[in-house]
């Protein structure tokens, strides 16, 4: 099993220096991507990635001495990075023209600076001590606060910086056996997703979103309108942008939170959890912000690796599987239903049905018949 571990770096003066890293590593991003441009412009074809490594090799001796310093396997992993992109590119290109996908990818596009991040370190570079790394290329040690054991093989370091300006070790690690099984309770549920109500189950019991974007909508409002005055640039400008990143952080971790504690909830309760493919950009589109504060994928796949933590089993059904309309006693499809429905009675049997507790017996049948 591959995990990921993450621990923030103490607050120290030397941080700069690795900010100084991820800027040079922007400056590679911009120069093979406008490379590459070039290239296709001049021979109608892209250049291979074994060419543009060796042309930075190349630079490095030449025009970019300052590169010379840079660690060559994080330099090489800028290169994969674009090669990764440009290789989805072209790769869906075929899948749309054979019709497999509808799904379009993006021509590779240079990223701003302040939002090229990150760099990562595979094999060598840096040297690990405790909660201290090494990076050998500036030759300085940097303080983490280690907050747990580092399980597994550590394949990856990646070091990232966020909009509030702190900065983040993520170990990407692998065989690592963090398996914690719980008691079978023998029970399956099927749960539907609604606006109104984050979560219905098929017994009837609804769980509410404490919306937290909406609980700070006033102090957002208040400091987006405090970054407004500043002039763009200055002093003030960047402490207030810091301000409201550092909220809407606050947020995403309460959100997170939250989720993470629901989901150790229902695979305490229950050995297998149905749950409906939604198309939310689409509900995006309709109803904006409520659907974005729900973060229901986010939820979903902290669902999944809860799951399969705990050895219990996650199902989704298909979208375009009948849940809402069709009655959970009779099957009949009742085509006269309507968003604003709540409560409808089946003209064919005559029950009396909760439109999210119908959808939600639905999509458990279905889920326990896949």
Sequence with gaps: MRKSYKFKLQKQSNTLKIGNMIDDMHEIHVHILLLDRRYYRIFGRNISISRINAHVAKLKKRTKPHWKDLPSQVVQDVVLRYAKSRDAFFENIKDRKAGRTTRKVGRPKIKPQHKYTSMTFTQAGYTLEDNRIKINCIDTYFSFHKHREIKGTIKTITIKRDRCGDYWLCFSCENVEDSEP?????????????????????????????????????????????????????????????ALARQHRKVARQRADWQWKLATELCTAFDILCFETLNLDGMKRLWGRKVSDHAFYQFLWILEQKCAKHGKKFQQISQWTATTKPCSDCGYHNKELSLSDRQWRCPECGSHHDRDVNAAINIKRAGLAA
């Excluded at 079978?184 to 019991?205: I, P, Q, R, V, W």
């Excluded at 102090?219 to 200055?234: D, Q």
């Design 182 to 242: 719980k008691l079978k309770t023998g029970k399956s549920a099927g749960f539907d997703y609604g606006n109104k109500t984050f979560l219905t189950s098929d017994e009837g019991d609804k769980i509410e979103s404490p919306q937290f974007f909406k609980q700070s909508l006033k102090t957002l409002r208040s400091l987006s309108k405090e970054l407004s005055r500043k002039v763009k640039g200055s002093g003030n400008w960047y402490r207030a942008c810091r």
